[in-house]
């Protein structure tokens, strides 16, 4: 199978990966409770650090970021749980709070939009939680929600606020420390532009402590073990070692980037991506519109809603015969919006080569000559 360029994949996710980060994958095998893998990942922890802004230990978990939402719930303490549900990855959420045996209180939110802080708090008034979940960055909708907000209204009320940054994290400002966030998640396939496979996540000192006192962490998702092995520069299980090799190749890149400069640079391409559904609107004679309102939008994915007659698959098909990746619609949203990934290593560069394709696609579609 031949590989495809780095700069033609645009879907939310997984994203693009460079070359040189794949090929660091292809090392040998190393036992992973020597002092060689020891040194590896402490090394890996410190760059992560950097990216979550925090200087508690960072989990590694060769699962998917399910895999570290569930954890979470499950070391949240007995009591009822809070879910703001504004689209396919908070309902998830919601599903897995359910799954685990929680009572657990769906806020709903209009999908495309942020959580409102007014409403959560009347939520919070109304009745006793111990936990409040929530997504940051909804890569369904492409909407982006206030989680230091959300997370200071949580903690007023007593209750612990579980973060899924996964297409926040190394993207869009999350200060964990600075921000005292109980726990936040993301997954390698995201902002960090690695492989799918990994999971990462940081618990505040007060939230581990708490979760010692609970009696169904489970075993392969304890985060409790996950502290006290992360603290020997180990995790609790086999770790896939070709992923922590690829993140070792690419946490090096990241540093020298810097994390404000990334974060800069994923603004300045939403900050395109919107500009251009505005131009493409007059182009093709057609209502074209972000989902997600001014304010409140991701800035690693945008879900782009379709005029009348044209379908999300269309203009995946439309992008793919230009060589580029894009994402239908997702869930209730799949045929009436399509989405895409501007995150990870894209530049501005690489995504105006995805928007050339994609209006070409929508004039095709349109019957009319693009610019």
């Not at 569930?70 to 689209?87: F, K, Q, W």
């Not at 802080?117 to 909407?143: C, I, K, M, N």
Request: charge should be neutral.
């Amino acid at each position: 199978m031949t590989l495809r360029p780095f700069g033609h994949f645009f879907l939310p996710g997984p994203t693009d990966v460079r070359p040189e980060v794949l090929q660091g994958m292809v090392r040998g095998m190393l036992p992973h409770r020597g002092a060689e893998f020891e040194a590896l990942f402490a090394r890996l922890v410190a760059g992560l650090q950097g990216v979550f802004r925090t200087s508690r230990p960072v989990f590694i978990s060769s699962s998917s970021a399910t895999g570290l939402m569930e954890a979470a719930v499950r070391a949240t303490p007995p009591g009822r749980v809070l879910s703001v549900v504004n689209g396919a990855f908070s309902e998830r959420f919601a599903r897995i709070a359910r799954a685990c045996g929680r009572e657990t209180e769906v806020l709903e939110v209009e999908w495309g939009r942020g959580a409102d802080p007014a409403r959560v708090r009347e939520a919070l008034r109304a009745h006793r939680f111990a936990a409040v979940t929530v997504v940051h960055s909804e890569s369904s909708t492409g909407a982006l929600t206030d989680v230091r907000t959300i997370s200071d209204l949580a903690h007023e009320a007593g209750a612990a606020c579980l973060v899924d940054s996964v297409t926040g994290i190394g993207a869009t400002p999350v200060e964990t420390d600075a921000w005292g966030l109980d726990f936040v998640l993301t997954g390698s396939q995201k902002a960090l532009a690695l492989p799918p496979g990994l999971a990462f996540g940081v618990a505040s000192a007060a939230f581990i402590a708490s979760a010692t006192r609970g009696e169904q962490r489970g075993v392969y998702f304890d985060l409790v073990e996950f502290e006290e092995y992360a603290r020997r520069n180990q995790t609790p299980n086999t770790p896939a070692l070709p992923l922590l090799y690829a993140l070792d190749a690419q946490l090096p890149r990241i540093a020298a980037e810097g994390v404000e400069a990334r974060w800069a640079r994923h603004a300045a391409m939403a900050a395109r991506m919107h500009a251009w559904v505005a131009e493409t609107a007059t182009v093709i004679g057609a209502p074209l519109a972000i989902l997600a309102p001014a304010g409140e939008r991701s800035h690693t994915v945008s879900a782009v809603r379709l005029p009348e007659g044209i379908a999300g698959d269309a203009v995946v098909r439309g992008a793919a015969a230009r060589g580029y990746v894009i994402g239908d619609g997702y869930g209730r949203l799949k045929g009436s919006t399509f989405r895409v990934g501007h995150m990870g290593d894209h530049t501005l560069e690489t995504l105006e080569g995805c928007l050339a394709a994609c209006g070409e696609a929508l004039a095709e579609l349109r019957g009319v000559s693009g610019r």
